[in-house]
């Protein structure tokens, strides 16, 4: 795992005379020269007219550019690599914007199938409102529909209670909002689609150096001598010194002494500057032992000096070193099974499996992400992750925990229930797993992740009932056998295949990926409904009745639901 460890503060007093300002002036020269590459780079890939132009120079030659920077081999290689990383993460946030552009239209899409759906069912119940007051005959509006009418009242359903004509007024004024609202997701729908048509043609965003937020900052603060230096100073901040691993410090341009001072060589000949009693913040040893070793086992350092300000406004400089730390990962071996843990919004629930897949015992971490400040959420996560770890280190089992991936999910909550995108936005799932890599690749303890699909489904159809255990430790148990690959354990139980086709009911059914129309047919039923000793009736419909008739703690409205 890679690690960046910023060096102690250095201010223009504690360097010696004048290497501070040279500092400054390569820190302007190394950006200098990065704009122009980069700039020549974008022309040459994504302009026309520069194919056979080498980095878009005509007149000059890119060793002569160099030259005139003063910039040698080992800056250029620097360069290179951070402006065609800067290319590259164009590209890459390029297509996730594409990708939740793709996800939003999905949504969109199904908001619109949605209030078309409405739409259709309130025009029907007016229709058959005015049916009525013609004919004093009433037929129901559509399928499943809960409405009625006796006499010059109307019931739509629960305790409500309407006068006719004041219900009809109601329903045409739910018939004219729907209508509007579906106008308007149509017409952003139509929007949306044009945006990524045109983005699918057009080149990725040129980055403007300096931050393009702060730069629109001029149209309301005034381009003025303050908002300029501000400008310069974000523009011209960094300069990196890419590592290799076969100089004898891990890096041709920077490198340590005995005495524990950093000398850095400038460039455009401006000489070597020494940054004294340089250390780091954590890791030092480390860091030493990536150079301080054989000439096998070197590795690459890199180092970035950045130009800071302090509260005061005086001006500092910075030194950060960018290593590996040390593999201290146990291997992954799941043959002596293995603790698999199921991630939720307010707990962790975690269960221990044996090599054969049986269930030895099962737990659950509490916690509360909510209305926390980012500093008390990586706390809390470092405490849950550190107590995992516990168990880790207890079993001798890796630990296996789900791979998500939220980006659709969170693509498209535009039109899903308040409360669902909450807990959605809650779910710090990538502060989970970078405090699991983290934390394993100090405390030796190795991490699995598997697919979840469906987990929690099967969980609940399988082992819920069986062991007395919640949905959620189901789903952790699931992923465990998933990860030792025991689909000997995932069979659908007769009860459950019988309400498939009869092509559908044979063979083991491992995540329901494969066929998902089981999932689809028992969407329906609430999940503590799964406790009770469900009976083969062969149709989703006599079990949805014998569950109206025995499901004792079910409530009233979702009762009148099934």
Not at 122 to 150: D, E, H, N, W
Not at 235 to 253: D, F, I, P, V
Request: aromatic share 12%; with cysteine; proline share 3%.
């Amino acid at each position: 795992m890679k690690v960046t460890i910023n060096g102690p503060r250095y201010y223009k007093e504690e360097l010696a005379s004048g290497a501070f300002d040279l500092c400054i002036q390569s820190i302007c020269c190394y950006n200098d020269f990065k704009i122009q590459m980069y700039n020549a780079i974008y022309a040459n890939r994504y302009l026309p007219g520069s194919k056979g132009d080498i980095l878009g120079l005509k007149k000059i030659t890119y060793s002569a550019w160099m030259k005139e920077y003063g910039i040698n081999d080992y800056y250029s290689t620097s360069l290179y690599a951070e402006v065609t990383g800067l290319l590259s993460s164009q590209r890459e946030f390029r297509k996730w914007y594409l990708a939740r552009i793709k996800d939003d239209l999905a949504a969109r899409k199904r908001k619109i199938i949605s209030l078309t759906e409405s739409l259709t069912k309130l025009r029907a119940i007016k229709q058959t409102i005015v049916s009525y007051v013609r004919t004093g005959k009433f037929k129901r509006p559509y399928k499943g529909c809960m409405m009625k009418i006796s006499g010059q009242t109307a019931f739509p359903g629960g305790r409500h209670v309407y006068a006719l004509e004041e219900y009809e007024r109601l329903v045409e004024q739910r018939i004219r909002n729907t209508n509007a609202r579906l106008h308007n997701v149509q017409a952003a729908f139509r929007r949306r689609e044009c945006k990524l048509e045109k983005l699918g043609k057009s080149n990725p965003d040129r980055i403007l150096f300096g931050s393009m937020a702060f730069y629109k900052t001029k149209d309301t603060v005034g381009c003025d001598d303050t908002w300029r230096r501000e400008f310069h100073r974000r523009r011209y901040r960094t300069m990196q010194a890419t590592g290799r691993h076969t100089s004898r410090y891990g890096n041709y341009l920077v490198h340590p002494d005995e005495t524990g001072n950093l000398h850095w060589d400038l460039p455009k000949g401006m000489g070597t500057v020494v940054f004294p009693k340089f250390h780091l913040a954590r890791y030092e040893a480390e860091w030493r032992a990536c150079f301080q070793c054989s000439k096998d086992l070197r590795q690459a350092v890199s180092y970035r000096m950045k130009r800071m300000t302090d509260g005061n406004g005086r001006e500092y400089l910075i030194v950060s070193a960018n290593f590996d730390l040390p593999d201290h990962e146990a291997s992954a071996d799941l043959s002596e099974g293995c603790i698999s843990c199921d991630l939720n919004v307010d707990h962790l629930a975690w269960v221990e499996v044996d090599p054969s897949g049986k269930l030895l015992r099962y737990g659950k971490i509490p916690f509360d992400l909510e209305h926390k400040s980012s500093t008390q959420r990586n706390q809390i996560i470092g405490d849950v992750v550190s107590r995992v770890a516990v168990l880790n280190k207890e079993t001798g089992r890796p630990l296996v925990f789900e791979n998500l991936d939220l980006t659709t999910k969170r693509a498209s909550m535009k039109y899903s229930v308040k409360r669902s995108n909450f807990l959605v936005s809650s779910f710090a799932y990538q502060k989970f797993r970078f405090h699991l890599d983290s934390q394993g690749s100090r405390k030796g303890f190795s991490v699995l992740y598997v697919d979840p699909a469906y987990t929690s489904f099967w969980g609940k159809l399988l082992f819920m009932r069986k062991y007395g255990i919640s949905v959620h430790t189901a789903a952790a148990y699931c992923i465990g056998l998933r990860a030792l690959e025991r689909l000997d354990e995932l069979i659908i139980p007769d009860v459950y295949g019988h309400l498939l086709d009869s092509k559908k009911q044979t063979g083991p059914y491992y995540a329901a990926e494969k066929d998902v129309a089981l999932y689809k047919k028992l969407s329906g039923i609430r999940t503590h409904a799964f406790y009770l000793d469900l009976p083969d009736l062969g149709t989703v419909t006599k079990l949805k009745d014998w569950l109206r008739q025995n499901d004792k703690s079910c409530p009233a409205w979702y009762t009148a639901a099934l």
